[in-house]
């Protein structure tokens, strides 16, 4: 039996894997737009990976601190792996990231277990402000 290939994605972008299951290309596009992004339409090759990945729930993504994926290479902002956003270390950006939807860099998942996860961490803010 062969190996599924394993996409390797920013820890950041472990969000971008809700969004492309909730929102289609155009939304997503309008979205980066709205953001301030000067060409958004760049993006639309990366988006539309990012949904082919997740259409197959047994996929399998592996999530690294700092590295540059395909979404960061058409970033018109991004650059040395940081995106426009961010003032702090890249790697401390998607740890923190990784560590709120309960993921571990490094650590392989199918699209299943993510999505898991961050369905799971969402419920879990919902009913806590929900309590408050």
């Known amino acids: 039996m062969a190996r599924r290939p394993v996409t390797v994605l920013r ?3 472990v969000s971008a894997i809700k969004g ?3 929102y289609d290309t155009d939304e997503l596009i309008e979205g980066f737009r709205e953001a301030g992004y000067n060409n958004p339409e760049a993006m639309r090759p990366a988006i539309e990976e990012l949904k082919d990945l997740i259409r197959d729930e047994n996929n ?3 999530f690294e601190l ?3 994926d395909n ?3 058409v970033c ?3 650059s040395e792996g940081r995106c426009p956003s961010e003032d702090k270390d890249p790697r ?5 990231r990784l560590k709120g939807y309960g993921l571990m860099p490094g650590k392989n998942y199918t699209i299943k277990q993510v999505l898991k996860n961050i369905d799971k961490k969402i419920a879990e803010r919902e ?3 929900r309590a408050s």
Do not use: N, P
């Open 60 to 62: 399998l993504v592996r």
């Open 92 to 96: 401390l950006v998607d740890r923190s």
């Open 20 to 22: 492309a299951q909730l």
């Open 66 to 68: 700092g590295t540059e």
């Open 76 to 78: 018109e902002g991004a």
């Open 11 to 13: 820890g950041h972008h």
């Open 71 to 73: 979404l960061c290479k």
């Open 127 to 129: 009913a806590m402000l």
